[in-house]
């Protein structure tokens, strides 16, 4: 069974001298922004590893080359834009396969690199949901940063709207959500 912050119930992480803050917050677009606007493109798929923690992450580069990384997110349950703790692994493609073949949830999105915010645009059941982030590495920059007017609503602090709980969500869950902050996804 796991948690909402999807670890194992009953079972605590310790920081370790690896992992590090993780600041960032997050908002609601209407609809991706115009491909003018974007500095780079990358489709990146996450599985999140059933019973932990853990989250294994394939991202298609721009120049055609592949990021590969395993990803330990443990949250912390106050609002605001220190979202917890985050350790990252980088793969070769041979460790990528071999973690690939433990039982996951697969969430799919194309990320849009702009100024200021990276942007998700979600595949399959999310489909329609864009969310844009902005990370931060001093708690100041974070409270200081005034989101662009495309920005209809921030949910940094909507557990809703983190990977580990829409990975779960259903595309009636996506829809209840997004029409609470006045959307409604386009049906392409």
């Not at 003018?36 to 055609?64: H, N, S």
């Not at 997110?73 to 605001?80: C, I, M, N, S, Y």
Request: aromatic share 6%; net charge neutral; glycine share 8%.
């Amino acid at each position: 069974m796991t948690d909402k912050a999807g670890g194992v119930q009953g079972q605590s992480v310790l920081p370790g001298k690896y992992a590090r803050v993780e600041r960032e917050r997050r908002f609601l677009l209407a609809e991706p922004p115009a491909p003018a606007a974007v500095t780079a493109t990358r489709v990146i798929t996450d599985r999140y590893l059933v019973g932990t923690r853990l989250r294994l992450r394939r991202a298609e580069l721009p120049d055609g080359g592949c990021e590969l990384k395993l990803t330990q997110k443990v949250p912390v349950a106050r609002p605001g834009a220190i979202q917890g703790l985050i350790t990252n692994t980088y793969l070769s493609p041979a460790e990528y396969e071999l973690l690939a073949t433990l039982p996951a949830a697969v969430l799919s999105k194309t990320r849009l690199s702009l100024p200021t915010l990276g942007v998700d645009v979600f595949d399959g059941p999310l489909r329609g949901l864009v969310l844009a982030e902005g990370e931060f590495t001093t708690d100041e920059e974070a409270q200081s940063f005034v989101p662009p007017p495309e920005c209809v609503a921030e949910v940094t602090d909507d557990a809703r709207f983190t990977g580990g709980r829409l990975v779960q969500a259903s595309r009636q869950d996506l829809l209840r959500w997004l029409a609470e902050y006045g959307l409604r996804p386009a049906t392409h």
